[in-house]
């Protein structure tokens, strides 16, 4: 049964810099394309961030070049490190991962972690 728990969410003014982490368990994670995605009050859940197997990486316009997806295969985990925050960054970001098969993440999630980007 895969397993997701996220960390590192919290309230940062605009302008910080947050790292959210998420730490998959009972899979073998390097097998999991994993991604990133938000949800705003009202609004639709949307991908923030992908990466696949290897290297490769996506990412939602609005987060080019503020934000940074990355892996550890080693430690199971993905990291999100976001920087020049918004206020319209605020959101409850979740971790997701595809299947072993598939080349898209959303098919796990965990929990939720709460960003609030407010001075």
């Known amino acids: 049964q895969v397993q997701l728990v996220e960390s590192g969410g919290g309230l940062v003014q605009p302008g910080g810099s947050l790292k959210l982490s998420c730490t998959l368990s009972?899979?073998?994670?390097?097998?999991?394309?994993m991604g990133w995605y938000r949800q705003a009050p009202g609004k639709q859940r949307e991908l923030v961030a992908m990466i696949f197997r290897g290297t490769s990486t996506t990412y939602a316009e609005s987060v080019k070049g503020r934000f940074t997806i990355s892996r550890d295969n080693a430690k199971n985990q993905v990291y999100l490190q976001m920087r020049s925050l918004r206020l319209e960054d605020t959101a409850v970001y979740y971790c997701?991962?595809?299947?072993?098969?598939?080349?898209?993440?959303?098919?796990?999630w965990g929990q939720g972690t709460q960003v609030t980007v407010s001075s």
């Open positions: 997701s991962a595809g299947t072993v098969e598939n080349n898209q993440a959303g098919t796990y």
């Open positions: 009972g899979s073998k994670f390097s097998r999991h394309v």
